[in-house]
């Protein structure tokens, strides 16, 4: 959800043109703009409320060289006690039993394991994993209903582990630069100065939701272990109660920004937006006006895919890159 894998051609063609070196990705999410980032050797600061956007960054931009080798893997793959929980808790709701029993035997031999960069990669390889294995990959409803025979849904949940931790190891690399992970509110995040500030908070709207952890909180919790969540055991899904967030009013919204502007005004500013977000478009320009000289919105040719039918009206938005410098 929100990611912007198809849109990062167009923000590094906003970006180039300025002098910049140290980027903070302010709301990291699958971590693929900082990822860009990254690879166009810039140092980036990459950051997210969610302890799985901050393991993803971990394990491929702040990690420079660490890998899980073939060793590793059969390590974490091994029988070992555990304390059962996701087989206990998540009885019938997502996976099978043999699966869950599988997830709760690498949580465990994760626990076990010392070095934070191949930590990072084991956790990330088991989300990745988990979202395979979940028809549309997302928690919001149990079962399989929608269970479309995808070769993904068909492997096993060990052989998506170790496809995933391939695929990690492979994107793995150094640029030269000092490149860190954080988990932290975008609005407590300590301030220091970043050349540029990439921006891309959950959008507000009137027609849907932009609540991140109910469609992920089973992958949320893999993440943190469920350390300092409450479960909410009354609701089938066995979701945790959201993080708090300004960005599911439209006023929160507004201050939030007119908040993060003013932290970063003496950054380059580039934000992701929908024109179907609130506040409009014109408002946007006006907060960034309030702490920047020069400010302009790039309109992006994109369609958002919301649900299944793209017949779907509110799956065509257009999409804004907001730039103040």
């Not at 009354?234 to 967030?245: A, H, M, R």
Request: glycine share 4%; proline share 3%.
């Amino acid at each position: 959800m929100g990611s912007k894998s198809k849109l990062l051609d167009s923000i590094w063609e906003v970006s180039k043109d300025f002098e910049f070196n140290s980027v903070l990705d302010l709301f990291s999410g699958s971590g693929v703009v900082g990822y860009m980032y990254k690879c166009h050797g810039k140092e980036v600061t990459s950051n997210d409320y969610m302890a799985m956007a901050a393991t993803y960054a971990k394990a491929l931009i702040e990690n420079k060289d660490i890998v899980l080798s073939n060793r590793d893997v059969e390590r974490i793959l091994k029988q070992t006690d555990n304390d059962g929980f996701v087989e206990r808790v998540f009885k019938d709701l997502y996976f099978t039993d043999d699966e869950n029993r599988l997830i709760d035997n690498i949580r465990a031999n994760i626990k076990r394991m010392r070095n934070p960069h191949k930590k990072a990669i084991a956790k990330a390889a088991l989300i990745r994993a988990c979202m395979k294995k979940r028809p549309r990959g997302i928690f919001t409803y149990t079962g399989q209903r929608y269970n479309d025979g995808r070769q993904d849904l068909r492997k096993t949940m060990e052989e998506q582990f170790r496809e995933a931790v391939t695929v990690i190891n492979e994107a793995v690399f150094d640029n030269g630069q000092q490149c860190v992970s954080t988990w932290a509110d975008s609005l407590k995040l300590r301030k220091k100065h970043y050349d540029l500030v990439y921006i891309d908070p959950p959008y507000y709207t009137p027609q849907s939701d932009n609540e991140y952890v109910r469609r992920y909180h089973f992958v949320e919790g893999l993440a943190r272990d469920w350390n300092g969540v409450d479960i909410q055991k009354e609701t089938k899904t066995k979701k945790f109660k959201s993080y708090p967030t300004p960005f599911s009013t439209r006023d929160g919204a507004e201050e939030a920004f007119r908040a993060i502007f003013k932290k970063y005004a003496d950054s380059i500013l580039i934000v992701s937006y929908s024109s179907n977000s609130e506040p409009t478009k014109e408002e946007m320009l006006a907060l960034l006006s309030e702490v920047k000289e020069n400010v302009k919105v790039v309109p992006v040719d994109y369609t958002y895919s919301f649900g299944t039918r793209k017949s779907v009206k509110r799956n065509s938005v257009q999409e804004y890159l907001f730039v103040g410098w």
